[in-house]
């Protein structure tokens, strides 16, 4: 204050200290110091009409536990209310948020003006029934251990995983053609290097015997591919991205969509179509070997599960409140859970009828999830989707942030990004949310001659392809950006598990050697879905003769 009033007598040019100059320090400084915190105190009471439920609960929440607090120290009497010093016979514990129930934390009600249960999904009547197994599920007890194991979570990268969120739509033709091209050359070089090929030639040089080409499948035109309109767009090295028609009558059984990398024997007599004979099968990445750093194990529980985790008629998430207690009641040692948490497809998010941001519904449901399973200690992984509609809708997607994580749960809780490849104490996961299978499969050609299995021929390509996403061009709503999708979006080994999660049908398969499952949709419309369930047992030293799948069971259940 002194130094305030001596910095005025000197701008004022005022030599000595009187009653005059005191007013005028009083009248032209304090007033306007004084007026200004009321100034914001009446700010911050406007916006404080603007509070959500939410909030406004948890200010009542503390009034009343001080409030009981207070009554505890005193004897509740009809006439006296003067309060007596006693000690409290139960006391009470500092922090009750991590004794509330989900329900608690959730309040659709705060960001949604029709927040009313789904009718169709509360008279389900098939409630934990499981829909599919796999593997030798009898005996084993679909119970984890919580924290209680030792958990080592690891995020694999080829060469790097992501870890936050990159400039997109910034990206050049040219870039794209280098990607593909740099694709096309390394799958090339491994299928060479397998199959002993000595050289590749060039597409659209005349041969009258048969040669071996090697290039990416395109279509000839913007519509969808089928047996005539299949083209081969050779390499940058041997064919500088030439392309020649392809004539597919003497293939026996194929198996092709847009992108796939392939190797080609036939005959192109005039330069200007090849008549394939034979089609290389691809050859898939080796396996993860377990190092000592990855710790070791008896047995895991992993509960994978797939949004959206509410309805579509409602936005009370109850099939979300659902799957907590199933966790808090079988304790897994890992909880995977897909993305959309807000669905952009829901009817009140396209109809703009939320009364909160996105960015806020979707922290509360990440802080229901988080704290409403802090009673079981399960390690929680969180995988994004292009459907969460607060999040970039870019491939690959970065991972969640969430700044308002408790101190107690940073260590237990994982944000990876979309795709990504984890390692659980040594067992590799591959996660993606991307619908893949539906992709590929609206545009997948295939002749057989035997009964071929859809599913299988789809997770094969992908694992042979060495990618999350090896379709070219992709689906519409995709907007993938090709520099990161190099660096993130490729198999760095081929995984023991592949969560692939679909709008098809649920199913466990062993593909190459991979446990391939979709675990479904925790919600189908107006109805409840299903969720899978994982028990892992790795092999131990004295059964090394062969490889078996550390994945010993599978099962999908209905929520």
């Not at 090929?197 to 071996?212: C, K, R, S, Y």
């Not at 083209?231 to 030439?242: K, P, Q, V, Y």
């Not at 694992?463 to 999350?468: K, N, V």
Request: with cysteine.
């Amino acid at each position: 204050m002194l130094s305030e009033l001596i910095a005025f007598c000197t701008s004022t040019k005022k030599d000595c200290v009187t009653a005059e100059t005191l007013n005028s320090f009083e009248h032209e400084f304090l007033t306007k110091r004084f007026s200004k915190p009321r100034h914001q105190a009446s700010k911050d009471s406007g916006h404080a009409g603007a509070r959500d439920i939410v909030s406004i609960q948890e200010l009542l929440e503390v009034e009343e536990e001080e409030e009981t607090l207070l009554n505890s120290y005193s004897t509740p009497s009809k006439g006296s209310q003067k309060r007596d010093i006693s000690t409290p016979e139960t006391p009470l514990t500092k922090r009750k948020v991590s004794t509330r129930s989900p329900h608690q934390l959730l309040s659709p009600s705060s960001f949604s003006p029709s927040a009313t249960p789904s009718q169709k999904y509360n008279l389900r009547s098939n409630q934990g029934e499981v829909v599919t197994s796999f593997g030798s599920a009898q005996g084993v007890s679909w119970s984890g251990r919580g924290g209680a194991g030792s958990i080592n979570l690891k995020v694999m990268g080829y060469p790097e995983s992501l870890t936050g969120s990159y400039k997109s739509m910034f990206q050049k033709l040219p870039d794209i053609r280098e990607v593909l091209t740099c694709k096309i050359e390394e799958l090339g070089s491994e299928l060479k290097e397998h199959y002993k090929i000595e050289a590749f030639t060039p597409v659209l040089v005349p041969a009258q015997e048969p040669i071996t080409l090697l290039g990416q499948i395109g279509c000839d035109s913007n519509g969808k591919l089928n047996s005539k309109s299949v083209i081969l767009e050779g390499d940058r090295e041997h064919s500088s991205g030439a392309q020649v028609p392809v004539d597919l009558s003497e293939l026996k059984e194929y198996s092709m969509f847009p992108g796939q990398v392939v190797v080609m024997e036939g005959i192109n007599t005039t330069g200007r179509k090849l008549v394939a004979t034979k089609l290389y099968e691809g050859v898939p990445l080796p396996f993860y070997q377990p190092t000592e750093e990855d710790g070791d194990f008896e047995q895991n529980m992993v509960l994978v599960a797939c949004g959206p985790y509410t309805t579509s008629d409602s936005i009370t998430y109850e099939p979300l409140l659902d799957l907590i207690s199933v966790i808090n009641r079988d304790q897994p040692d890992v909880c995977i859970l897909f993305g959309p948490f807000l669905d952009t497809k829901h009817e009140q998010v396209e109809n703009c009828l939320l009364t909160s941001p996105f960015e806020d519904v979707f922290k509360q449901c990440l802080r229901t999830i988080i704290e409403g399973t802090r009673s079981s200690c399960s390690h929680l992984v969180f995988v994004p989707s292009w459907r969460d509609v607060h999040h970039e809708p870019v491939y690959p997607q970065p991972p969640f942030s969430y700044s308002d994580m408790p101190p107690e749960d940073r260590k237990r809780v994982l944000f990876v990004s979309d795709p990504c490849s984890l390692s659980i104490n040594g067992v590799v996961f591959g996660l993606t949310s991307t619908d893949l299978l539906f992709h590929i499969g609206a545009e997948e050609i295939s002749s057989s001659s035997r009964t071929s299995d859809r599913f299988s021929r789809i997770l094969k390509h992908i694992l042979t392809q060495r990618s999350y996403y090896p379709l070219y061009p992709p689906q519409e709503d995709m907007a993938i950006d090709y520099e990161n999708f190099y660096a993130y979006a490729q198999l760095p080994v081929t995984p023991d598990v592949f969560i692939i999660p679909s709008e098809l049908r649920y199913f466990v398969k062993d593909v190459l050697g991979c446990v391939c499952v979709n675990p479904g949709r925790l919600t189908k419309g107006q109805v409840g879905g299903t969720y899978g369930r994982l028990y892992l047992r790795r092999q131990t030293t004295e059964d090394r003769e062969g490889r078996q799948s550390p994945c010993v069971a599978v099962q999908v259940v209905r929520i």
